[in-house]
């Protein structure tokens, strides 16, 4: 059966606007998703796929779980990014948790890519922030791990107990024996 002129050109016409609209959603979605153009070499994400394996640095002794890894590009140079997913509102201010935790994930990056990236995203429910992944910050995270060893190994340490909700929703509560926020 041959098809008219008329017809195969509507059709190919209806083809060429379906794609549009595909690409168009597609950006759509990357963009609201809050991950950079890029290719997302990682991902954890929690949904009902087997979960990756953590990265892992023997040299700064950390392990951990970035949400993403997305490649990205800045003029001719390539690197690997990591993003860290909060689901609450952007704070006033990012939690300094936060920013330690994406500049952890720097770290793991720069191991296992060979290469630091110059910076990392906090996603937020409602924005994205680029942290740069300074020598500074590299700094910090690296005497906040240590600090962290070092309390393991501590036969007794001291809790923080200013912020009530925290106190509030805390797993160990009932055996915290604080009187603090009770």
Request: net charge positive; with cysteine; charged share 25%.
């Amino acid at each position: 059966m041959i098809l008219s002129l008329p017809f195969a050109l509507a059709f190919a016409v209806l083809l060429a606007l379906l794609g549009g609209l595909l690409l168009w959603l597609g950006r759509r979605q990357r963009q609201s998703s809050g991950l950079p153009a890029g290719t997302v070499l990682y991902r954890d994400t929690g949904d009902w796929q087997e979960t990756e394996r953590p990265l892992r640095s023997r040299r700064y002794g950390l392990v951990g779980r970035p949400d993403y890894l997305v490649q990205t590009r800045d003029g001719g140079r390539r690197f690997v990014v990591p993003v860290e997913v909060k689901s609450r509102a952007r704070p006033a201010r990012p939690y300094d948790s936060h920013i330690l935790q994406l500049a952890a994930y720097c770290l793991l990056v720069e191991d296992n890519f060979d290469a630091a990236p110059p910076y990392g995203l906090l996603r937020y429910a409602d924005a994205t922030l680029q942290i740069p992944f300074t020598d500074e910050l590299r700094g910090r995270v690296l005497e906040t791990a240590a600090a962290i060893r070092e309390s393991r190994r501590a036969a007794e340490v001291r809790r923080s107990h200013g912020e009530p909700a925290r106190c509030a929703a805390c797993g160990y509560r009932s055996a915290c024996g604080s009187e603090a926020l009770s």
